[in-house]
């Protein structure tokens, strides 16, 4: 491990496998013992190495966020894909070459997209009726009776098979004890269930309910009233993650490695090589109230050892991270040191840094390409 700590140069995604290799496992003999289908987000990680791990615990079906990030996954040999996005109507020949190559599921909660789609899909495909349980992102709204059996309708006679009823009940990261969660969770089935009830009685039967945050998924034991659960941020978890309660600090996994560049003793403030552009604007308020842009920690011959609520990242810009460091941190930070700083939201960090190096074997990974890059 140490030869990974002296080898980093500038901002550097790190990740334990062991970490990671124990989040996916926890999460995939919770979803055999519910019965359900496992089908996790890859946008966390968006690594085709990472997702041979999912591979070794029998995972076969698998959510993107972006048709691109669906083409590298199809290209890994994955033939299971749901695109947890709005179609976007201008990528119709990007649906089509995929739709030819793999299972492919599209999200869609309008009759104008599923229209759309009858008219010029080529392949046959899966449709997952999107609801908006409450978190008033996408979807239709679960109370609109009417509206699932206006798009079943569209679809019928089509290329296009209505597989279920899907939601992301993101308003989930609102919430912070575990009690809370798994109310939310038992709210969500209930929504679920009513729009497949109101489908079954307009005569569309057999519709699947898909569902997964990471919050749910890591708080909640038993999944058999749903068929499939969708989480992915719970490979790497992050700051986020904790202080909602989904994971403990040893469950963190992803870290971003910054050098220590300036020291200023009279304020306790230190600047790393890590800002925005690494790191992500993303904060939380974190329990004494401050604007948190993510605990540090100090690498270790094995890892990592977290300055809890001690020391933390207090502003970011684009390339700088300033650090308020407790007393008794500050002399532990030396210029040309490193600092691992746990993100508040690792997908949105990892997204950023694109390749990533292993501990303890040091090796590298990369993630799917940028699509412009790419
Ligand atoms: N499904 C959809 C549609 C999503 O947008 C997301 C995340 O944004 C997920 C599943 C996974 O949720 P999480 O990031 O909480 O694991």
């Known amino acids: 491990v140490k030869q990974v700590w002296d080898s980093i140069t500038r901002p550097t995604l790190v990740v334990d496998e062991g970490r990671v290799r124990r989040n996916i496992a926890r999460m995939a003999t919770k979803a055999r013992a519910s019965g359900v289908r496992f089908r996790p987000h890859f946008k966390t990680h968006q690594s085709a190495a990472i997702g041979a791990w999912f591979r070794e615990e029998g995972v076969t079906a698998i959510t993107a966020s972006s048709l691109s990030m669906a083409a590298y996954f199809a290209a890994d040999g994955w033939q299971?894909?749901?695109?947890?996005?709005?179609?976007?109507?201008?990528?119709?020949?990007?649906?089509?070459?995929?739709a030819a190559q793999v299972r492919l599921g599209l999200l869609v909660d309008s009759v104008e997209t599923a229209r759309f789609l009858v008219e010029r899909v080529t392949s046959p495909a899966d449709v997952w009726l999107d609801v908006d349980t409450g978190y008033h992102r996408t979807g239709v709204d679960w109370e609109d009776d009417e509206a699932g059996a206006g798009i079943a309708a569209a679809l019928r006679g089509s290329l296009l098979t209505l597989r279920g009823v899907l939601t992301h009940a993101g308003h989930s990261y609102k919430e912070h004890t575990a009690e809370a969660v798994r109310a939310l969770y038992d709210e969500t089935v209930v929504r679920l269930s009513h729009v497949r009830g109101r489908l079954a009685a307009a005569g569309y039967d057999g519709l699947e309910l898909s569902l997964g945050d990471t919050p749910c998924c890591s708080l909640?034991?038993?999944?058999?009233?749903?068929d499939e659960i969708r989480p992915g941020n719970f490979p790497y978890y992050?700051?986020?993650?904790?202080?909602?309660?989904?994971?403990?600090?040893?469950?963190?996994?992803?870290?971003?490695?910054?050098?220590?560049?300036?020291?200023?003793?009279?304020?306790?403030?230190?600047?790393?090589?890590g800002g925005g552009v690494h790191l992500s604007k993303e904060f939380i308020t974190d329990r004494q109230g401050r604007k948190n842009f993510g605990w540090l920690a100090l690498p270790t011959d094995s890892g990592w050892e977290v300055l809890l609520d001690r020391s933390y990242v207090t502003s970011l810009s684009q390339e700088h991270g300033v650090l308020q460091?407790?007393?008794?941190?500050?002399?532990?930070?030396?210029?040309?040191?490193?600092?691992?700083?746990?993100?508040?939201?690792?997908?949105m960090s990892a997204d950023l840094l694109k390749v990533g190096v292993l501990v303890p074997s040091g090796e590298g990974f990369e993630m799917m390409p940028g699509v412009i890059s790419g």
């Open 325 to 347: 460091v407790d007393a008794a941190d500050f002399d532990r930070l030396r210029v040309g040191d490193l600092v691992l700083v746990l993100p508040v939201h690792s997908c």
């Open 80 to 98: 299971d894909i749901t695109v947890a996005f709005p179609v976007n109507w201008r990528e119709i020949e990007t649906i089509n070459r995929l």
């Open 220 to 226: 909640v034991e038993d999944f058999s009233a749903v």
């Open 238 to 273: 992050d700051v986020m993650q904790a202080e909602i309660g989904s994971c403990g600090l040893d469950d963190i996994a992803a870290v971003v490695a910054c050098p220590v560049v300036s020291t200023y003793p009279a304020r306790n403030q230190v600047v790393i090589y």
